[in-house]
């Protein structure tokens, strides 16, 4: 190995314990001294639950363990916004898993707490996959009630989600584990099915404290709204269970039982691992990521048996396209080529940057792979589109409108792994957020904005310092540094995959040997969802 490699190989493995400390802590939600007090009332905390409630044996795919990542400290934070998510097996069924977290406040929502349930919602919603509720919520954080309240994704979206997956013939099951307050009580409640543990358990719109102010009536919480109210008087609740256990088990006998799904049919074969090592992947990636690599190299390292079948590999240079297969699954990869590279025209391209013929090739390949109904897996290290007069004399929003199209209007299901630069209207084209990607990780090394840091910078110290300017204030050179500082340090926090990750613009940071298991995950929830056909509209020709 040569000493790039180390130095490379060293580099990303100090982001990963970076990661592997953070990702601990947070699952800690509200600490110790919480999680003993929950364990004191014969409860089981929100992992607690989910591990008793999978398969044993197979894995959790969380999806957002970071959301509200360094976000309202001012309040004490928010760890994973009080809400664990993902998808998991139950009784060999997939399924996802949402599971209210009572050691961070109460199991609050706060506004990024919506958005992740939303963000569940719309998982299991594209992908036709039951739903699992684990309630133990005491609603909305009044404090930030107007940022989570009314508006179109706010907190009343769940319930419309709740009625519309119901149509759509999605099971949804829910058990009341603790509190279930307010608005948040048509979410069991809309549910095909209500459970509630004894005693822990209660659900009603308005607690005993709200009821004495509204309408002066003296009651208790349990009589209020328990189990035994519910299950026994108003019928609201379907069964009562004297622990978390007993109520889990039931539902794993409800997923006993559920019929098969329709399927997409992906075609799958037996896996077989990269033949290339996998852990080099942690040498390739430069640590200075202004330097080339090969990104087939990459690739290589993440497609079974190490065999990538590339399309017009003599043509689009920048972009690498091709067939390959995941974990068994077919399918088709769009990836931004980072080594410099000479078109037969003599141009020599700069890598991690969409020129016309790239473009026009990936929205080719994005369409046959709709044709074959194979799934595509876009990994991003993109700088954006080329610019100057050459790239738009040669008609580069033109090709670069094409592709958007195309992938927009994909009707397979896309993944997206942020592996570096995701700059611009390039994490557009390589199918960013907006476009609905059914999982997006990023990892350690990615860096998510309109721009590179160095880039917006200095353009925004130019603005500053003109401004400065027509106000008639001159600037010395040192203060101009010190300003540059300040915009380079508060626009690189921006940049993180860690502000990225707290504002669910990606569903998480994976370490890249993980990817393989996001990209299986994913395919297979799916795969429960027919594929409906493909129509790319008017294409840029």
């Known amino acids: 190995m040569d000493l790039e490699f180390n130095k ?11 990661l592997k400390t953070k990702v601990q802590k947070t699952q800690m939600g509200g600490g110790e001294k919480k999680i003993e007090s929950h364990h004191k009332k014969g409860k089981l905390t929100a992992r607690e639950r989910i591990d008793y409630l999978i398969d044993k044996g197979s894995e959790f795919l969380e999806v957002g363990v ?3 990542e360094g976000m309202y400290q001012e ?16 009784q060999g069924r997939q399924c996802m898993i949402v599971a209210n977290d009572a050691t961070v406040k109460a199991g609050a929502w706060f506004p990024i707490t919506a958005k992740k349930n939303l963000r569940a919602q719309e998982i299991a919603m594209e992908n036709r996959l039951p739903v699992i509720y684990l309630v133990d919520s005491a609603g909305v954080f009044l404090p930030m009630q107007n940022e989570i309240f009314p508006d179109k994704e706010h907190f009343g979206r769940q319930f419309r989600n709740n009625a519309k997956m119901s149509a759509m013939g999605i099971v949804q099951i829910a058990a009341i584990m603790g509190s279930c ?26 607690g005993s404290y709200l009821v004495k102010a509204a309408v002066g009536e003296d009651i208790d919480n349990e009589t209020l709204g328990g189990a035994t109210t519910h299950c026994e008087i108003s019928g609201v609740t379907d069964n009562k269970f004297e622990s978390d256990e007993a109520c889990l088990d039931y539902i794993k006998s409800i997923f006993n039982k559920i019929g098969n799904p329709d399927i997409a049919g992906f075609d799958r074969i037996e896996a077989a691992l990269p033949k290339e090592s996998q852990e080099e992947i942690y040498g390739i990636l430069p640590a200075d990521r202004v330097k080339p690599y090969d990104t087939v190299e990459i690739i290589k390292r993440l497609v079974d048996n190490s065999e990538f079948d590339e399309y017009k590999e003599l043509y689009g240079k920048t972009i690498v396209c091709g067939y ?37 090739k990936a929205a080719r390949f994005i369409m046959n792979c709709n044709q074959r109904k194979i799934p595509l897996v876009f990994l ?33 299901p896309k993944f997206t792994i942020v592996m570096g630069n995701s700059y611009g209207a390039g994490n557009y084209a390589m199918c960013g957020k907006a476009y609905d990607p059914r999982l997006i990780y990023a990892w350690p090394t990615a860096q998510i904005a309109v721009m590179s840091g160095a880039s917006a910078a200095k353009t925004l110290l130019q603005i500053k310092v003109a401004t400065l300017k027509a106000q ?19 626009y690189n926090e921006e940049l993180s995959p860690y502000y990225a990750a707290a504002r669910l613009w990606v569903d998480g940071i994976i370490d890249p040997l993980e990817t393989r298991k996001v990209i299986s995950t994913g395919i297979e929830a799916a795969n429960h969802a027919p594929v409906e056909k493909f129509n790319v509209g008017v294409i840029q020709t």
């Open 8 to 18: 490379n190989e060293d580099s990303l493995k100090q982001l990963l314990y970076q």
């Open 66 to 68: 970071l959301a509200g």
């Open 75 to 90: 309040v004490g934070g928010c760890p994973s916004a009080g809400v664990v998510t993902g998808i998991g097996h139950v």
């Open 181 to 206: 307050v307010a608005g948040g009580a048509y979410l069991p409640i809309m549910s095909d099915e209500a459970m509630i543990v004894d005693k822990t358990g209660s659900i009603f719109l308005a």
């Open 324 to 360: 390959g297969r995941i974990d068994g699954w077919a399918v088709g990869i769009v990836a931004n080529q980072r080594k410099v590279v000479k078109s037969k025209k003599g141009e020599m391209q700069m890598g991690g940057v969409i020129y016309s013929d790239s473009a026009d």
């Open 472 to 490: 008639g204030k001159e600037i010395t050179k040192e203060e101009e540094d010190n300003l540059l500082k300040e915009i380079t340090d508060k």
């Open 380 to 412: 991003q290290d993109v700088s954006g589109f080329m610019v100057g007069s050459k790239a738009e004399h040669g008609g580069i929003i033109k090709d670069g409108a094409k592709m958007v199209n195309a992938m927009a209007n994909s009707t397979v």
